[in-house]
């Protein structure tokens, strides 16, 4: 079964740091980028990092650049998110994503079933 | 960035009817837009990539057009499945980036 399960999510204070990760089964981990995107309640999906397939190239949106750190390891069919310094507004359920995943003539994304991260004191 | 934004915010539809959704770029993306269903409690599920083509699973009552700056996605008979949020997203550039969500509710 073609699986994505997010874990790692919690309660952390401002300025604290946490560590999501993600774990893939099912379909062949490291033949695909990688997403994060998030959503914090009751609003709309905001993209949050990609790394590619081989790590060679990652790219994070501005909200998170220099706070958050994406990074993957193949072997262990992994994704993982370091978020640091984290605000209030960091508070989202992560969704774990792939990139687009071919299947015969058509395809689709795969996604977790999201962790929700709480920033509050 | 590129900014995407959708129209109308909610669109109220009686089942059986047509539903269309509009998706305005703030730049010209070509083809590299996707549009996306979630309801409530769930993950996003992908229902179009590449402006037009389907994804797996997606049935022919949902179709999607357009291309460079206005996207528009059509449900051609509303069934009551198809009541949910929709979202455009873009990825011809970093960041990628979603629109900010259509509501489509039962009439």
């Known amino acids: 079964e073609v699986q994505l399960v997010e874990s790692g999510g919690g309660l952390v204070q401002p300025g604290g740091s946490l560590r999501l990760s993600c774990e893939a089964s099912g379909f062949t981990f490291s033949d695909y980028g990688m997403n994060w995107v998030r959503q914090a309640p009751g609003k709309g999906l905001e993209w949050v990092s990609h790394i590619s397939s081989s790590s060679s190239s990652t790219y994070y949106a501005d909200s998170v650049k220099g706070r958050f750190t994406i990074s993957r390891d193949n072997a262990r069919n992994s994704l993982y998110l370091q978020m640091n310094s984290l605000r209030a507004e960091d508070t989202a359920v992560f969704y774990c994503?792939?990139?687009?995943?071919?299947?015969?003539?058509?395809?689709?994304?795969?996604w977790g079933q999201g962790t929700l991260v709480t920033v509050s004191s | 960035e590129i900014v995407l934004t959708q129209s109308p915010a909610t669109l109220s539809v009686s089942p059986g009817e047509r539903a269309t959704l509009s998706c305005r770029v703030s730049?010209?993306?070509?083809?590299?837009l996707a549009w996306y269903q979630q309801k409530p409690g769930q993950a996003p599920r992908l229902l179009i990539y590449n402006a037009f083509a389907r994804a797996t699973g997606i049935p022919a009552r949902i179709s999607g057009s357009g291309s460079g700056t206005e996207f528009s996605l059509t449900i051609s008979s509303l069934q009551t499945e198809d009541f949910a949020v929709y979202y455009c997203q873009q990825y011809s550039n970093w960041p990628r980036t979603f629109g900010q969500g259509t509501k489509v509710e039962i009439k």
């Open positions: 994503v792939t990139s687009f995943v071919p299947s015969g003539t058509s395809g689709t994304t795969l």
């Open positions: 730049q010209t993306v070509s083809n590299s």
